[in-house]
């Protein structure tokens, strides 16, 4: 049963429900060890954290914010902001010295809690050029503070302020205070465009927004959730809160690279991810396919059609499985697609909330044919993450974004621009008044920049409408359907269309170093450098023909045509990749315009 309340008593409602069940698993900065706190002992460090605000001078809608990867202190921090009215910012972990500058003092941020090394080192620097900033509170107690800085101190030292609760009737005065209408968070939007807005989330739209999805999505006080995205993503942000509300227990991922190792480790039944995610799983799956004996080959291929017969065929479409199907599926369940659940550490998997990106069709229909839920959906910070989702009590369609959540009203406007109003849509951008007019049209509804249409009741995106590229043949591309086309390759890891006023479309494409190297070992093929193995001829050879294979069903026009193969990835270090790693074009184009000039050379 859902609790609904206000996000500021969230965690104390859920002690007084669950009490010493666990509420958080977490690993300490640098340990290895996974541990648990309740929920009674999580709703005490909230009260804490609420009391030491207080010592510290905060008043209601005044600010603070973290920059920190996911870890426990996080959401510690973010409820104890809540009950007395502090608005948290939530800065991405890998932001730079020049975006963090920014945001504190764009928000006049007076408290910032910072979580490594490199976090604190970066918010050392920039605390001269920020006014507003008052103190720099470290999580990681292995931090060296540098002995030059009297405004540092560790969050243990923070937390000792609150200790004994020495203002908890004037807390619970605060709870009583709290509305709808206060600011809850403010979320910088790392900007494709370079440049970064702060959106406006109200207690408002995230109580709109857990009542909607706490309909329509199935996590239980039973599921133990995992954080794959940082919490500064609305998506991670949204979907974890509503868990919490469930009273489901949280997994605490802090460094995404280990993501697969963590899950092998804890068993999570949910998990909210990027298409990413699932398209690595994929190639890892088809690798392992494509090098097995044939009658190993043969048993898989024949288990993954029965599981898409019935979890797509069928299930999908809101059909009856048929009994003979269903025995069948049952014993290759048990048998095959379970042991490659297993290799992910999904012993009882729930759902998998999948959003952020285009989503291949042939990637979402296989892992639900491997017995996997997988929730598609749509939406943006501005509406405080879900627009649309797969309700899979009602059918849904492969390639959809899903039905609408209740509340939403979508309007499909010009250029089949997809247009949003209701309840979890924000009010607007935080001291941005120019570009608020421009966002929301006459009737108020909200510009989101993506064309997409609805049939049947599910809505379907087409593309962002910046991104569309018109070459100079007047022909429209839509550079991130090709994009992911590619990207479910295992010899691509990263990729970027080129085509706007352009003859033809081209592409940069960062393979997969180790693969690559490893086929150009197999295959004879000399390299003393990634530059050399990126121009060599066999090596082109073969990825044009795999990109023909890849992009076959794409007219003519929209094929790639050219493409060079680059000997470094695309970075957020250089500016190429926002925090939620995706293209900043603009960027990427400047960088490589020797390159890119060199493909359309006659």
Not at 75 to 89: E, H, P
Not at 139 to 163: C, M, N, Q, W
Not at 202 to 227: F, L, S
Not at 357 to 366: I, K, L, R, T
Request: charge should be neutral; aromatic fraction near 10%.
């Amino acid at each position: 049963m859902q609790t609904k309340c206000h996000l500021s008593v969230l965690i104390h409602e859920q002690a007084k429900k669950y009490g010493s069940k666990p509420a958080l698993t977490f690993r300490s900065f640098g340990s290895l060890k996974w541990k648990s706190v309740s929920w009674n002992q999580f709703s005490m460090r909230v009260k804490q954290v609420s009391n030491a605000l207080l010592n510290v001078g905060m008043k209601p809608q005044e600010k603070i914010a973290v920059f920190a990867q996911n870890c426990i202190q996080y959401l510690y921090t973010d409820f104890g902001a809540y009950g007395v009215r502090v608005i948290s910012i939530p800065f991405y972990a890998t932001s730079s010295e020049q975006q963090i500058q920014f945001m504190i003092n764009d928000g006049a941020v007076r408290f910032l809690f910072v979580g490594e090394q490199e976090q604190y080192d970066k918010a050392h620097r920039i605390f001269p050029l920020c006014p507003t900033l008052e103190r720099i509170i470290v999580f990681d107690s292995s931090v060296r503070i540098s002995t030059h800085d009297p405004y540092a101190l560790y969050y243990e030292d923070f937390l000792k302020l609150g200790e004994g609760l020495p203002r908890q009737s004037e807390v619970e005065e605060l709870w009583k205070q709290a509305n709808e209408e206060d600011l809850c968070n403010i979320l910088y939007t790392s900007g494709t465009t370079g440049d970064s807005k702060g959106v406006m989330l109200t207690y408002g739209q995230y109580h709109a927004a857990m009542e909607a999805n706490g309909k329509c999505v199935p996590v239980t006080k039973n599921d133990r959730v995992i954080n794959f995205l940082p919490l500064t993503h609305i998506f991670e942000r949204g979907w974890s809160y509503l868990a919490l509300t469930k009273g489901a227990q949280l997994i605490v991922n802090t460094y995404p690279k280990e993501i697969q190792d963590s899950m092998r480790e804890t068993h999570p039944t949910c998990m909210s991810s990027v298409p990413r995610f699932w398209e690595k799983v994929y190639v890892g799956v088809k690798e392992k396919i494509d090098s097995a004996s044939p009658v190993q080959r043969k048993l898989f291929l024949h288990a993954l059609s029965v599981g898409k017969k019935r979890n797509v065929d069928y299930l999908a479409h809101g059909k009856r499985v048929p009994l003979p199907l269903e025995l069948e599926y049952k014993v290759i369940n048990n048998t095959i697609l379970s042991l490659v659940r297993k290799q992910l550490g999904l012993i009882n998997p729930n759902i998998f909330p999948t959003a952020g990106a285009y989503v291949s069709p042939e990637v979402e229909e296989f892992v639900h044919s491997i017995g996997l839920k997988m929730v598609v959906g749509y939406g943006l910070t501005e509406s405080l993450a879900t627009v649309s989702c797969d309700h899979l009590d009602e059918g849904y369609t492969i390639g959809s974004v899903g039905r609408p959540i209740e509340g939403i009203e979508i309007k499909i406007g010009e250029n089949d621009e997809i247009l949003l109003k209701g309840p979890t849509i924000t009010k607007g951008y935080y001291k941005r008044d120019t570009t608020n007019a421009a966002a929301f049209d006459k009737d108020g509804f909200f510009h989101t920049g993506d064309a997409g249409y609805l049939h049947n009741g599910e809505l379907f995106l087409k593309e962002r409408i910046k991104d569309l590229f018109k070459t100079s043949n007047g022909k429209y591309i839509a550079p991130q359907m090709v994009e992911g086309l590619l990207l479910v390759d295992k010899f691509v890891e990263q990729v970027a269309v080129i085509a706007d006023q352009r003859k033809f479309v081209s592409a940069l494409i960062v393979p997969d170093y180790n693969i690559l190297e490893e086929w150009a070992r197999e295959n004879n093929i000399p390299f003393a450098t990634r530059e050399e193995l990126c121009s060599n001829k066999k090596v082109n050879e073969m990825m044009a023909e795999r990109i023909e294979t890849l992009t076959q069903a794409l007219a003519s026009y929209e094929k790639i045509k050219r493409f060079t193969l680059l000997a470094h990835h695309l970075s957020m270090e250089k500016g190429e990749l926002t925090n939620t790693l995706k293209l900043r074009r603009p960027v990427v184009y400047k960088n490589y315009k020797d390159v890119i000039d060199k493909m359309y050379e006659e």
